[in-house]
């Protein structure tokens, strides 16, 4: 009989892997990528790609593809200042505002736990726009201070309906509901404003809330280049925390998650987003309503995937503004124009949807 020998050496933890998932390795750290979400991510990457192109290439002046990626990588071209001065800063303030309110817009939804719940929905973006628009209309039009104006106001929009909206705990129907009752006020007080003001000053200021790339340069692009790469780390953690914040209050407090704390930096991070993106684009509606929904339809994960959401935001506002900019040349639409035309349709299916889905409660419980 041969002994058993003293000292077996443990055997080794396997870590565990869900279904969908791929195991990546890098040193000691391990990381899970939701495969859909991982190839929905690359086609997006790909789209927003040949997008930038096309809006580059595409206008009055119909430049070739290969010229325009001279003048993007730096090198002499006799388009320069069509591509490189005129539509290159324009494109790049669109791409950032719209991923932006991409991720503002999963933010938001993830922590009301309501599709509706997007910052141009619960009033975050109005309160944006009243501070604006008021300071316009006092004469204040530098944009060197807009964007500080449109990131305060659309912070104590969102601490207002926060404040109005908690009883012991935050309801999503009665967020969702309290932040439309201050969308309606704060369009009011900005209305208000806008029948004060100057002819001129209301007729730019007019413009502005439609959400608008016309004029746009490097003036508006560099500055929410910088500010959105300040967040990039705290977009980082907000894409680990949003799986605790979906869970139910309970389960996440046992597993000893601050949800209170949580809660309060995603809200933070995701209206600064929203407000700085306002800034530089003007209040662009629907975008941070539908990236989030269509990339969960798309990649069917449990929690919106942020970086998906950015990418379709950025794909909305580049994509829309190229018919905006071309369908009545030389006049340009306002971007705002096509993505109300393509969201508003979409808010009134999520209405009704929602509204069958209670009265199938209703009938069952019945």
């Known amino acids: 009989m041969t002994p058993a020998p003293a000292s077996a050496a443990p055997a080794p933890i396997r870590p565990v892997r869900p279904a969908g998932y791929a195991l990546l390795r890098a040193g000691r750290a391990a990381f899970l990528v939701h495969r859909r979400a991982a190839l929905v ?74 599709p509706l719940a997007s910052p141009d929905i619960i009033g975050i973006t109005q309160g944006a726009s009243a501070l604006t628009v008021g300071a316009m209309t006092f004469g204040i039009s530098s944009y060197a201070v807009l964007p500080y104006l449109s990131v305060a106001g659309g912070l104590l929009a969102a601490a207002l309906v926060y404040v109005f909206a908690w009883r012991g705990g935050l309801h999503a129907t009665r967020f969702v509901l309290i932040g439309i009752g201050f969308a309606v006020a704060l369009r009011s007080v900005t209305q208000l404003f806008l029948t004060k003001g100057d002819y001129l000053v209301a ?44 869970m139910d209050d309970d389960t996440a407090t046992a597993l000893g998650v601050r949800l209170g704390r949580t809660r309060l930096g995603l809200a933070t991070l995701g209206v600064l987003l929203a407000a700085l993106a306002t800034g530089a684009a003007g209040p662009v509606d629907f975008v941070a309503l539908l ?72 009938g069952g419980r019945a």
């Open 41 to 114: 991510a690359t086609v997006l990457t790909a789209v927003l790609a040949a997008a930038c192109v096309a809006y580059l290439s595409l206008g009055e002046r119909a430049v070739a593809p290969g010229e325009v990626v001279r003048v993007v990588l730096g090198q002499p071209s006799p388009d320069e200042l069509v591509v490189g001065t005129l539509r290159l800063p324009r494109m790049c303030v669109g791409l950032l505002a719209g991923a932006a309110f991409g991720v503002a817009g999963a933010l938001i939804q993830t922590l009301a736990r309501n």
């Open 203 to 246: 007729q730019k200021a007019q413009v502005w809330m439609v959400g608008s790339l016309n004029g746009r340069g490097w003036a508006e692009a560099v500055p929410l280049a910088w500010a959105l790469l300040v967040l990039v780390p705290f977009v980082l953690w907000a894409a680990r925390a949003q799986r605790t914040v979906s």
């Open 291 to 362: 990236a989030p929904q269509i990339a969960r339809r798309l990649t069917r994960t449990a929690q919106i995937p942020l970086l998906c959401s950015a990418l379709l935001g950025a794909c909305v506002v580049v994509i829309g503004d190229l018919p905006a900019r071309m369908l009545f040349a030389p006049t340009e639409l306002p971007v705002g124009v096509l993505t109300a035309a393509i969201g508003a349709p979409y808010l009134i299916r999520l209405l009704v949807r929602g509204h069958s889905v209670r009265r199938r409660a209703a």
